[in-house]
Every structure is written in structure tokens, then in C-alpha cells.
């Protein structure tokens, strides 16, 4: 018997008001794999993603985890679930009344994974040498940092508890071209290199090509497409066709 999906979302549904942002989300991830979620603006990609690490409480559906709902997880179930999730948010939302080592060892400084402090810097260290940053950063402070810095922090921090599922929320969001090349790339070694199954929420097409082994279209509150990467180009799907074509002209090659 085949293992279930690492995650997956079977119906899911949520309304704000009169707004009906997710309209029955439909989404198999399996472990081990990078998806891309794509969209315009208010479509629905990072309410999808809030209702999986449940910062959401959906209407309607299930959304699983190996198989097993966690719709409703509270407590220490909750605690544990939240143990297996790193993230690195849009913002990067750091904490700026602290230095950068405690940002990225935040999770290692209380609760279950509570580590003695010297052991949490030190692997906020490693996890800086990771993305391309060295020791003496691990004392300043974010507001001492450039933006691309700051993203680096923060994918830092999205590894330091080797979490076996990462999502990543406009990762290259603000940076210029190069840096988010750049970003996009680690992005896709630290996937690679631990095995964690990924799900990054863009609209920016070279992420895309560049971090993506799946993609998967929500338009109007529900995926309308998904596949292989490489088979984007050839959608047939008029909503993807619209949304590559209108924000990058020719043929989207991948990169890797």
C-alpha cells in the first residue's frame, strides 16, 4: 500500500464576511516534494496556507497530515504538530529587540525544544553558515541588516528545527532580481539536502521555475491547475496561460 500524502486538503472552504476566499481547495502534497502555489492577489494562496499550520480555522473540509485530520489540534497535540512546520514569512518578521542568533533559535530557547542557550547559538551559527551568512552576524540586529540579509535570517530560522514540512510565503518578495535569484536557489538546496516536503506561495514565475517540482493554480477560491513544472507552458488552462503571460513575456525554460 502506498504511503498518503504528507499533506493534503479535500475540500477546504473559509469566508470572511461576504468574501469567500477558498471555495473548496482540493491539494495532495507528497513527502519530499517542493509546490509552488501560484495566483493573483486575493486569490486564496496564503489563506491555504494559514488554514494547514492553523492560523485559520477553515469552515468546511479536512486538511490531513500524514493521513490523520489536524483540524481542531489544541494543546500539546497542537504544540507537537507546530514542532514539525518551519516558515519563513512574507515580512520575515523578525523580532528587531532581538540579536539575530536569538531570532533564529527563538523556537530553541522554550518549550519542548528548549535547548541550553549556548547550544542554541550554536546551531543558529551553523544554520547562518547555511545560507551564506557568517558568525559575527549572529550578534547584530535585524535593523542592521540588508533586506536580502533578512530573508537569509529568515530562512535561518524556517531550518534551525530541521522541520520535516517548510512553507515559504513570497520568499523573494522586495528584493532585487539577483538577490531573489539567489534566495530561490538555497530555497531549493535546503529543500533538497533535508528531505522536507515544501510548499511556497509566489508570483514571481522565476521562483517558480527555479524552487518548483509541482505547481498548483488557485483562481477564485479553487485550484484550477496543477502538474510538473515543466509542463506549465503546455497548461492549456486559460487561467494559468493569463497569469504566466502577464507578467513575463516568452517561454519560461526551466533552470535546473
Do not use: C
Request: avoid cysteine.
Amino acid at each position: 500500500m502506498s504511503a498518503p500524502p504528507k499533506i493534503e486538503m479535500r475540500g477546504v472552504t473559509k469566508t470572511f464576511g461576504s468574501n469567500r476566499v477558498l471555495q473548496g481547495v482540493d491539494l495532495k502534497v507528497a513527502k519530499g516534494e517542493s509546490l509552488v502555489v501560484i495566483g493573483g492577489s486575493g486569490t486564496g494562496k496564503s489563506v491555504t496556507i494559514k488554514t494547514i499550520i492553523g492560523l485559520i480555522e477553515p469552515d468546511g473540509g479536512d486538511i490531513l497530515l500524514d493521513g490523520e485530520t489536524i483540524l481542531g489540534a489544541k494543546g500539546a497535540k497542537r504544540d507537537r504538530l507546530l514542532e514539525r512546520f518551519g516558515m519563513l514569512f512574507q515580512g520575515g518578521a523578525l523580532f528587531d529587540s532581538m540579536p539575530v542568533w536569538r531570532n533564529i533559535a527563538f523556537r530553541l530557547l522554550q518549550g519542548r525544544l528548549k535547548r541550553p542557550a549556548a547550544e542554541a547559538r550554536a546551531i543558529a551559527v551553523e544554520k547562518l553558515r547555511r545560507v551564506g551568512l557568517k558568525e559575527p552576524v549572529a550578534d547584530l540586529y535585524p535593523a542592521e541588516l540588508s533586506g536580502g540579509m533578512q530573508k537569509r535570517v529568515g530562512l535561518a530560522r524556517a531550518i534551525a528545527a530541521d522541520p520535516e514540512i517548510m512553507f515559504f510565503d513570497e520568499p523573494t518578495a522586495g528584493l532585487d532580481p539577483i538577490m531573489a535569484s539567489v534566495i530561490n536557489k538555497l530555497i531549493r538546496a535546503l529543500v533538497t539536502e533535508t528531505g522536507a516536503t515544501a510548499i511556497t506561495i509566489t508570483h514571481d514565475m522565476r521562483s517558480v521555475v527555479e524552487i518548483a517540482d509541482r505547481v498548483a493554480m488557485i483562481h477564485e477560491g479553487r485550484v484550477q491547475w496543477e502538474g510538473p513544472v515543466g509542463e506549465i507552458e503546455r497548461s492549456g488552462n486559460a487561467h494559468l496561460d493569463q497569469f504566466i503571460h502577464g507578467r513575463e513575456e516568452g517561454p519560461i525554460e526551466a533552470v535546473r
